[in-house]
């Protein structure tokens, strides 16, 4: 099946500071999604991005498909922003995701 | 309109109960997935609805795990003999399709089982 790797698992900012999430992944895909997973466990979709690059506020997020990696931009992060971060693709010929192992963020005030 | 919904939040269970666990998906979705997050896990895959079309149940871990889905509507997963380690997190998606943009998923806020 195909391999999803995320990077980095876990990170620890400071409120107001930037960051970047990757996502590499071993096969074509036709879907990718981020998601954010809040500390009470509610997995909130982020991108629907299987190509090119999206913006939303202060997150947007690139993928690079020929490339196979995605990345995901958080900008002037919040305490709010803590939880865990998946990268979720599906395989060419697949409707079936694979997730990553997620990264784990947490944002000190 | 309304989000997935999955009941009960939460449920205490003894080893070697049935337990049942219940996803209502966005109307009009016509994809359901069913997946398990052990504490500090990723998500795991277990089972499939598109339609009509028979389920693909590919990621179910044992017999023991069984679901079903009534035409586009809610679907039940069942666990029985419960184990303790069946104890997770049973998260339900829905989306519009299988194909393309249509297979944004849409997350229910789960069912935490616990097995004693």
């Known amino acids: 099946g195909i391999q999803v790797e995320q990077s980095p698992p876990d990170l620890i900012l400071q409120e107001g500071a930037n960051s970047t999430l990757r996502c590499n992944f071993s096969?074509?895909?036709?879907?990718l999604q981020w998601f954010h997973q809040n500390p009470w466990g509610q997995l909130i979709n982020l991108f629907y991005?299987?190509?090119g690059t999206k913006q939303n506020g202060r997150l947007s997020a690139t993928t690079v498909a020929t490339e196979r990696y995605s990345l995901l931009y958080i900008s002037s992060s919040q305490t709010t922003d803590s939880g865990v971060y998946f990268c979720?693709?599906?395989?060419?010929?697949?409707?079936?995701?694979?997730f990553g192992r997620g990264t784990s963020l947490i944002v000190h005030p | 309109g309304a989000g997935v919904s999955q009941s009960p939040s939460n449920k205490v269970t003894e080893k070697g109960k049935d337990v049942e666990l219940r996803c209502d998906p966005i109307?009009?979705?016509?994809?359901l997935y069913w997946y398990r997050q052990r504490l500090g896990q990723g998500l795991e895959f277990l089972i499939y609805?598109?339609?009509?079309?028979?389920?693909?149940k590919s990621g179910l871990p044992s017999d023991r795990f069984s679901a079903e889905r009534t035409g586009e509507s809610v679907s039940t997963l069942t666990i029985q003999r419960t184990q303790q380690e069946d104890s997770a997190v049973y998260l339900c998606?829905?989306?519009?399709?299988?194909?393309?943009?249509?297979?944004?998923?849409?997350f229910g806020p789960g069912t935490r089982l616990t097995v004693l």
């Open positions: 109307s009009g979705h016509t994809a």
């Open positions: 096969d074509s895909v036709n879907n």
């Open positions: 979720a693709v599906e395989r060419r010929g697949s409707y079936i995701p694979t």
């Open positions: 998606a829905s989306s519009l399709g299988p194909t393309g943009s249509q297979n944004e998923q849409f």
């Open positions: 991005i299987p190509s």
């Open positions: 609805f598109q339609g009509n079309s028979a389920p693909d």
